[in-house]
């Protein structure tokens, strides 16, 4: 949850309770005012001080009634200055917002871009809630990786105990099988530091159950993925870190080529994969909204006639693929197909990754 503390004095309470709605109706937010959230029988002070510390963001109300007010409310915006100092800069955490025109209450304020609500309340608001949701996508990419963990361990145990066999259909830019530490520790945007961590765990041990429930005797595997590796343009990653991703994926490619080639077929789409999507068998779909980056928004799905019209459009997505692949033909035996879509999506992924290397080797001799 992203915790949102609201200061404000009490003339502008019908406008801090406005704010207060509007945060609350977003899914993952947790905002805080005293007036609804300050229990009987609570130590005001030590309560406001310890949620205001927990707090993700701190939202100062300013008019011309809190400007020069004294109390309480300039106690708690010097408590959210005096965190926002020991914060990364980059980190938006203290949100001023002008409710009219007026002069800020502390010089120390004129270095953080305030928001104003007036003279168009929904402009300044959209600004606000942006703001606000921002790490949920980031919360998001932690949730659907704990549900992916548990789903996929309940079907190992279900696989191993049935011995029956399963399709697994993954359509992806090779994320569920080369996903290493994601920030490798750094800081993540929008994220506490205790946050990345668990973020950079949790798609590590999301990559490595995926793998085992792919290595089971009793899976076969459908998987079209997208041979842009995006990563390799990102300024976010060393060359050492680059290449510790490219080399995770060779590995699980070669290892289907050599022990699964009866049960593998892995397909590089040129024309791009739309969207992450796992489905296990005919009992649970993960579909990933591509307008989230693949991660985020996430559906789920367990009633068959849906999974089965997932399945329906996946394989016609997989035979046009195939079909638009002079390179891959038709063969008279499973396993010379399968060895042939997979070599020819390592020459694929190969090719981009020989590109990349030789702009890295022009840049430096550049320099």
Same mark, same amino acid.
Not at 42 to 52: D, L, Q, Y
Not at 296 to 306: H, I, R, W
Not at 312 to 319: A, G, M, N, T, V
């Given at each position: 949850m992203t915790k949102v503390f609201i200061s404000y004095v009490r003339e502008d309470q019908d406008e801090a309770l406005d704010l207060y709605k509007a945060l609350k109706s977003i899914p993952k937010v947790k905002p805080w005012i005293d007036k609804e959230d300050l229990l009987p029988g609570?130590?005001?002070?030590?309560?406001?001080?310890?949620?205001?510390r927990e707090s993700e963001f701190f939202i100062s109300l300013l008019s011309k009634n809190s400007v020069d007010k004294k109390g309480v409310f300039r106690a708690e915006l010097k408590q959210a200055l005096d965190i926002y100092r020991k914060i990364p800069k980059d980190k938006v955490f203290l949100i001023p917002i002008r409710l009219e025109k007026c002069s800020l209450p502390i010089k120390k304020l004129k270095s953080i871009q305030y928001v104003d609500l007036f003279p168009t309340k929904d402009k300044g608001m959209k600004k606000v809630l942006r703001v606000v949701n921002r790490p949920y996508e980031y919360l998001g990419r932690i949730d659907r990786a704990k549900y992916i963990i548990e789903s996929v361990e309940s079907f190992i145990k279900e696989i191993k105990k049935n011995k029956k066999v399963i399709e697994i259909r993954i359509r992806a830019t090779f994320t569920s099988m080369s996903n290493i530490s994601h920030y490798f520790g750094k800081k993540i945007p929008g994220l506490f530091i205790q946050q990345g961590r668990e973020y950079d765990r949790l798609l590590k041990e999301e990559r490595d159950i995926i793998l085992k429930m792919l290595n089971l005797e009793h899976v076969k595997l459908k998987c079209i993925c997208w041979p842009k590796m995006r990563f390799l343009s990102s300024d976010y990653y060393n060359d050492q870190e680059k290449r510790k991703r490219v080399n995770l994926l060779k590995s699980f490619l070669r290892n289907s080529l050599e022990k699964y080639l009866d049960s593998r077929q892995i397909?590089?789409?040129?024309?791009?994969?739309?969207?992450?999507?796992?489905?296990?068998?005919?009992?649970?779909?993960?579909?990933?909204?591509?307008?989230?980056?693949?991660?985020?928004?996430?559906?789920?799905?367990?009633?068959?006639? *849906?999974?089965?019209? &997932?399945?329906? #459009?996946?394989?016609?997505?997989?035979?046009?693929?195939? /079909?638009? %692949?002079?390179?891959?033909?038709?063969?008279?035996?499973?396993?010379?197909?399968?060895?042939?879509?997979?070599?020819? *999506?390592?020459?694929? &992924?190969?090719? #981009?990754?020989?590109?990349?290397?030789?702009?890295?080797? /022009?840049? %430096?001799?550049k320099k």
């Open positions: 609570e130590h005001w002070p030590s309560t406001i001080k310890k949620t205001i397909l590089c789409d040129e024309a791009g994969a739309y969207g992450n999507q796992l489905i296990i068998g005919n009992q649970l779909a993960i579909v990933a909204n591509p307008e989230s980056g693949g991660y985020t928004k996430t559906s789920t799905f367990k009633d068959q006639q *849906t999974i089965d019209v &997932l399945i329906k #459009e996946y394989d016609i997505l997989f035979r046009r693929i195939q /079909k638009r %692949k002079k390179k891959i033909g038709n063969f008279n035996t499973v396993k010379l197909r399968n060895k042939n879509m997979l070599l020819n *999506t390592m020459n694929t &992924l190969d090719s #981009e990754f020989e590109m990349w290397k030789n702009k890295v080797k /022009k840049s %430096k001799l």
